[in-house]
């Protein structure tokens, strides 16, 4: 019982809002909710489609590998098996988290009465240290002190969480660059790196990579600083 607490009280924390993992607005949360977990300790509860998605964020979110859902309202097995293909893939590939930190996402269910039980299982290509270094900006604006305060804390990666961006791209770069200049950084020091999640035209975490040391999977959309610099300097 006491692991499934601190899963609530994580889960409440990012549903009030003090952490931006659910893609959905709530307009109330009570204490407990049972909307989201059993009685039974670490079981998770799914009534819809959308609840579904944010059962499997709320996995991501704790760096979850093995978990239980519940799910109620569906009514055949054809049904429950579209909603977790359709929903798993959702959070991997059109959430800046999950695009971020899952590398696959599987599951199975079996028929009960009254519900489904769905065994989930989600391998990370993140640790769970990773994950919860995530930090939340609201634009852009605040990159040069998150980018600062990493730095000066000896860190080599910031992951940040954007609330608004707007295809600036460009702009980020310029910021990377302008802040190698102040490290006295030469052109010959490794190339740092910003990468896009879900997607380059549709930014929802920024993934800052600061030592050179990191090559984006493919399909991943990046930009390093050499490349912006070449562009500012050889406008085509």
């Known amino acids: ?84 293909e359709q929903a798993s893939s959702e959070v991997q590939q059109e959430t800046p988290m999950g695009a971020y930190a899952v590398e696959y996402i599987t599951s199975a269910s079996q028929a009960q009465r009254g519900y489904y039980e769905i065994t989930v299982s989600v391998r990370y290509r993140r640790t769970a240290e990773q994950i919860q270094s995530v930090v939340n900006a609201t634009s852009t604006e605040a990159l040069p002190e998150l980018l600062n305060a990493a730095l000066q804390e000896g860190k080599t990666e910031l992951a940040v969480r954007i609330g608004y961006f707007n295809g600036e791209q460009a702009t980020v770069e310029r910021m990377l660059s302008e802040l190698r200049s102040q490290q006295g950084l030469s052109e010959e020091a490794p190339p740092w790196g910003a990468y896009y999640y879900p997607s380059e035209t549709d930014v929802g975490l920024i993934e800052f990579v600061l030592d050179g040391s990191f090559a984006p999977e493919e399909g991943i959309p990046s930009v390093n600083t050499e490349e912006v610099t070449d562009e500012i300097e050889n406008p085509s």
């Not at 019982?1 to 409440?12: F, I, N």
Request: aromatic share 8%; with cysteine; proline share 1%.
């Open 1 to 84: 019982m006491k692991t499934r607490g601190m899963l609530v009280l994580t889960a409440l924390c990012l549903l009030l809002g003090g952490c931006s993992l659910l893609e959905r607005d709530f307009s109330s949360v009570e204490p407990h909710n049972s909307r989201y977990w059993e009685s039974e300790a670490d079981t998770l509860r799914a009534e819809n489609y959308q609840d579904l998605v944010n059962d499997l964020l709320l996995l991501v979110g704790q760096h979850t590998e093995n978990a239980v859902i519940r799910l109620y309202d569906y009514e055949d097995d054809m049904t429950v098996s579209e909603a977790l």
